[in-house]
């Protein structure tokens, strides 16, 4: 199993950038794609970016391309989700989500294990 944790949330204005890392641990050691999905209030959980083991491939929502980059540093068994140009359409909890997988993994029900979320609120 792995276990994820996400920080780097917190209050920006609109315009703003921050960047969300996810710390795996436990069985790192396997090939695992990893995801970033957000959750706005009163909306379901939705997918935002996607990176392979090698990350080599990567893949965004049409929402966010352009403006969002996930990346991954397998040496420190994160991955990170930096945002830029931000708006308040991007205020909600962040979580990120992993698979023994080595290629990308596009939906919500592939992924195996979850974080607990981190909360990005932008401010107009």
């Known amino acids: 199993q792995v276990q994820l944790v996400e920080s780097g949330g917190g209050l920006v204005q609109a315009g703003g950038s921050l960047r969300l890392s996810c710390a795996a641990s436990g069985r790192t050691s396997r090939s695992y794609a990893m995801g970033w999905f957000r959750q706005a209030p009163g909306k379901e959980r939705e997918f935002v970016a996607a990176?392979?083991?090698?990350?080599?491939?990567?893949y965004y929502a049409d929402s966010v391309k352009g403006r969002f980059t996930i990346s991954r540093d397998n040496a420190k068994n994160t991955v990170y989700l930096q945002m830029n140009s931000l708006n308040s359409e991007d205020t909600a909890v962040y979580y990120c989500?992993?698979?023994?997988?080595?290629?990308?993994?596009?939906?919500?029900?592939?992924?195996?294990?979850w974080g607990q979320g981190t909360e990005v609120t932008v401010s107009s």
């Open positions: 989500a992993a698979k023994y997988f080595s290629r990308l993994v596009l939906t919500l029900r592939e992924y195996d294990y």
């Open positions: 990176i392979s083991w090698s990350g080599g491939s990567t």
